[in-house]
Every structure is written in structure tokens, then in C-alpha cells.
């Protein structure tokens, strides 16, 4: 965990070195964000096989094994070897062409770090009104810690971002397009097309309530409705596996409580204006990822679909915050959530098992003894 540790203190005085440099708030943000998500794709990039329960390291199966497997294969043979691997013909072209340009594992984490780190930080850096609080939160996010694991869904949600990033700039075409390529490495990710027609619909505080009292009778019928849903949708879930998750619910729930208070409670849900339509249509993609939440005790399956809705997070909050007029109340909001923030991430980072994330090696290290 020490190196963690450094990572915060180092980025937070470059976070206070920046502000003071630049006079341009707007230029230090975006440069506190490239240098957090810069260090994080060093971190996955550089990190030990053996970190990530899937990466399978020295095991019989997982995305090592794979990755070498599929190297002996020509493309010509694709179609056969997605039917034999769990894997999407995407992801398995993937794997075949990088392992003609150079058959080495710590290559394939490293490109896979660049494809779900970097495209994140920069739509973040582009779109954030405040790259502190937007990069903190990210990094709060069980889906930042994909990276160590779980390689298919974290370079889809890579691109699940810039899809993010056409809804913000109504790009429907590309929207659309991103989707399918991210779809193409995990599957699930054609869920989120729904967010482009959602983030457009206009929700006022009342229904904000309303939303708000749904979600305790949906989460007493669960487990009916989830059965119900994987019979008709995703059949090979209809196991459940009774996690008991429940904590990332009540976050969620209290984050979105947050928003709706501070939005409309200081603008009276009055404004049309672009930062309000920005809100309005953040909070309705971040209800998604509480609604999945929801199910998440059920099966981990759920949460994991709700991971692409958790990426408007981020930037919802930034935009909250700047809208609180009293000044004084926005500073310390501001600096209770980073704290909050970065405190929870390094709890992520130590309890997440499947990461493997918390006894940092480099690859030229001898690996972890993980329990």
C-alpha cells in the first residue's frame, strides 16, 4: 500500500503547485487530471502478472493463459476459436493481433492499461469543470480498479467514455459506434446504449423523490425481479450468488440525495440553462448505477452492468458543487469529498480481493503472496 500512499501525497502537491502556477483554474484542472490518470496507467502498466484474480498467473486458465493461446491461432481461425474461448470475437482479435506484434504478457497489460486508462482521463480532462474533485472520484470507483483484473471490461468501459462523451456533445452516430466496439470486448456494454436517450429526458425534483421512494420496494422484491429479468435477458445468471453487497448501495443512495438536494434545493430546479441540462442528464444516467445497484446482493453480474452509468459520476459531482452560491459551504463540501474520496479509494484498493491490488509489485519484482 505504501506506494499508494506516496501516489497521494506526490499528486497532491502537484495538485497545489499547478493551482498556483497557472492562473487559469480551467488549465490546472486539466493538468491535475492528466497527471493522476497518467500515474495510473503507469501503475497498471507496470504492475506484477500475478496482481488480478483473472489475469490467472500461474494458473490454468485466465487472461494470461489466454493471451499466449491465442497467439498460435491464424485469423483465419477466429470463428473457431471464439467458440472455444468465453471470450468476444472482439477481445479475441485483439489478442491475436497483439500477439503478432510482440508475444509478451506484460505488453498485453500494458496496451490494455492504455485503452482503459487513458481514453477515461481524457474525457474527464475535457469535459470536467473541476479536475480535482472529478479525478478523486473516479478513482473512488470500484470500476477504477478494473484495470487489475477484469481486461475486457475495463477497455470496454474506455470506450463506454468517449461514447459518454458523444452523449454530452449530441453525437448519436459516434455514440452508437463506440457502443458496439466496447461491446465487442465485454458484451454487457450494449446496456448502455439506453444512455443516450435517457440522459435527454428532462426529470424535475419531484420525481427526483419519486425515484428516490422506488428504490426501497426494489430492493425488498430484488431478488423475484433480478430472477426475473436473467430468465428472459442473461440466463446464465440465474444463479444467484447472495454477496450480500450493500454498502456501495448506501453510497450511491446518499450521492444521489446529495445531488438532488444541492441542485434543486439551491436553484430551485429553475434554470435551463446548459450546466442545468448537464445535471439533469448525469443524475439520470448515475440513477442507473444505483438502480443496479440495487440487485448488485443478488449477483455481482448486476453491479457490473451498472459500472458504465457510474462513469457520469465523476462529472455530476463537479457541476453540483459549483452551483452551491455560498461560497464558503462550496469550499468545504469540495474539500470533504476529496478526503472522502481518497480515503475511500485506498480502502478499495485494500479490500477488493479480486483486484489484488493492495501489495504492489513492478513485473521485475518477485510477485505478491496474496492469502
Known amino acids: 500500500?505504501?506506494?499508494?500512499?506516496?501516489?497521494?501525497?506526490?499528486?497532491?502537491?502537484?495538485?497545489?503547485?499547478?493551482?498556483?502556477?497557472?492562473?487559469?483554474?480551467?488549465?490546472?484542472?486539466?493538468?491535475?487530471?492528466?497527471?493522476?490518470?497518467?500515474?495510473?496507467?503507469?501503475?497498471?502498466?507496470?504492475?506484477?502478472?500475478?496482481?488480478g484474480l483473472d489475469l490467472g498467473y500461474e494458473a490454468q486458465r485466465g487472461y494470461l493463459v489466454s493471451f499466449q493461446a491465442l497467439n498460435e491461432f491464424p485469423l483465419e481461425m477466429v470463428r473457431d476459436v471464439a467458440g472455444i474461448r468465453p471470450y468476444e470475437t472482439g477481445y479475441v482479435i485483439f489478442n491475436i493481433l497483439l500477439g503478432k506484434i510482440w508475444d509478451n504478457r506484460q505488453f498485453l497489460l500494458a496496451v490494455c492499461a492504455a485503452l482503459s486508462v487513458l481514453p477515461i482521463g481524457w474525457t474527464l480532462a475535457k469535459e470536467s469543470c473541476d479536475g480535482g474533485l472529478t479525478a478523486a472520484g473516479y478513482m473512488a470507483l470500484p470500476c477504477s480498479l478494473l484495470g487489475f483484473s477484469a481486461l475486457r471490461q475495463a477497455v470496454a468501459l474506455g470506450f463506454l467514455m468517449l461514447a459518454l462523451c458523444c452523449v454530452l456533445r449530441r453525437k448519436p452516430l459516434l455514440f452508437v459506434l463506440l457502443v458496439v466496439l466496447a461491446a465487442q470486448f465485454h458484451k454487457a456494454s450494449y446496456l448502455f446504449l439506453v444512455a443516450y436517450p435517457v440522459y435527454h429526458v428532462p426529470v424535475n425534483y419531484r420525481w427526483r423523490l419519486v425515484s428516490l421512494a422506488l428504490l426501497p420496494l426494489l430492493y425488498v422484491l430484488r431478488r423475484p425481479l433480478y430472477m426475473f429479468a436473467v430468465s428472459h435477458v442473461y440466463s446464465m445468471y440465474n444463479i444467484p450468488d447472495n454477496n450480500g453487497s450493500i454498502n456501495l448501495l448506501i453510497l450511491y443512495v446518499l450521492l444521489y440525495l446529495f445531488c438532488t438536494v444541492f441542485q434543486y434545493g439551491e436553484r430551485s430546479g429553475a434554470e435551463n440553462g446548459e450546466d442545468a441540462r448537464r445535471v439533469n442528464g448525469l443524475m439520470n444516467l448515475f440513477y442507473g448505477a444505483v438502480f443496479c445497484q440495487v440487485f448488485a446482493g443478488v449477483h455481482n453480474v448486476a453491479a457490473r452492468m451498472g459500472y458504465p452509468f457510474t462513469l457520469a459520476l465523476p462529472l455530476l459531482l463537479p457541476l453540483v458543487v459549483s452551483r452551491i452560491r455560498d461560497a464558503r459551504t462550496r469550499q468545504l463540501i469540495r474539500s470533504l469529498l476529496l478526503l472522502f474520496f481518497a480515503g475511500f479509494a485506498l480502502l478499495a484498493i485494500w479490500r477488493m480481493g479480486w483486484a489484488r491490488a493492495w501489495d504492489y509489485r513492478f513485473f521485475w519484482q518477485s510477485p505478491p503472496q496474496f492469502g
Do not use: E, N
Open 1 to 51: 500500500m505504501a506506494i499508494y500512499y506516496v501516489s497521494c501525497a506526490l499528486l497532491f502537491a502537484y495538485g497545489l503547485m499547478t493551482r498556483a502556477a497557472f492562473p487559469s483554474a480551467r488549465q490546472a484542472d486539466k493538468r491535475i487530471v492528466y497527471a493522476v490518470f497518467g500515474l495510473w496507467f503507469l501503475l497498471l502498466a507496470l504492475r506484477h502478472p500475478a496482481m
